[in-house]
């Protein structure tokens, strides 16, 4: 929904290599997010993006990193990958009034 | 900063009985609040939201919240629940500008619908 897609759907990693996902929006918004999800914690908010180039910590954000050359690109990389950051991960976008729109998530599996 | 407390991890009903998912807000400026819906091996959709007007929401598959500001409240209800019902409910508060649009959720419920 709201043409927001992220890739790899799916990936399984070892730990200590570099990993980054994608998030790609056809709609031009200008706010972006990553979250992480896990069994009973919820969405948490890794990081953010209010513009091209401007991006903002979210309350989870240790060992991640993100960047933002386009309107339409949001990308999240892992520098070096560890077991805690094995998790499903969604990306969305706002489009008014706060409401929040998801991608279909990234499985990622870190060994 | 703002927190959101749902206060039921897991809900087992049985088909064509009523639900009620709980949530707390906590927020000491004016709030929008949501709910969404997961489910299995899929994204997040949204149900419905509260952002001004009547405390009474409607949203999508017959289900409905009610904003209770002196409760802090926003529990969501359906009257007779289907099978199909069965995903986890995720409740989310968002402040008014100044905030990046950011969301705060809860933690889940899963809604269990047996035969």
């Known amino acids: 929904d709201a043409g ?3 890739s790899p759907r799916h990936k399984v990693t070892e730990t200590g290599t570099p990993v980054t996902l994608r998030c790609h929006q056809t709609e031009n918004h200008r706010y972006m997010y990553w979250y992480r999800q896990d069994p009973g914690h919820g969405l948490r908010l890794i990081h953010y993006s209010y513009g091209v180039k401007d991006t903002d910590k979210g309350e ?4 991640y990193s993100v960047s933002r050359s386009k309107t339409e690109d949001f990308l999240l990389t892992l520098e070096s990958a560890t ?4 998790s499903v991960y969604f990306c969305a976008i706002t489009r008014t009034g706060n409401e929040q729109f998801f991608g279909p998530g990234t499985r990622l599996t870190v060994l | 900063a703002q927190s959101v407390t749902q206060l039921d991890s897991q809900v ?3 088909e064509e009985a009523p639900v009620e998912l709980r949530c707390n807000y906590s927020s000491s400026v004016s709030v929008y609040l949501f709910w969404y819906v997961q489910y299995p091996n899929q994204g997040l959709q949204l149900l419905l939201k509260y952002l001004s007007g009547s405390t009474l929401v409607k949203g999508i598959n017959g289900f409905e919240a009610e904003f209770n500001k002196s409760q802090t409240s926003f529990h969501l209800r359906k009257p007779s629940v289907h099978i199909s019902d069965t995903a986890e409910y995720f409740c989310a508060s968002g402040g008014s500008g100044g905030s990046n649009y950011k969301l705060t959720f809860g933690k889940g419920t899963l809604l ?3 035969p």
């Open chain 1, 83 to 86: 077991s805690s950051q094995t």
């Open chain 1, 60 to 63: 989870v954000s240790d060992g």
């Open chain 2, 12 to 14: 087992p009903v049985f």
């Open chain 1, 4 to 6: 927001i897609t992220q």
């Open chain 2, 112 to 114: 269990t619908v047996n």
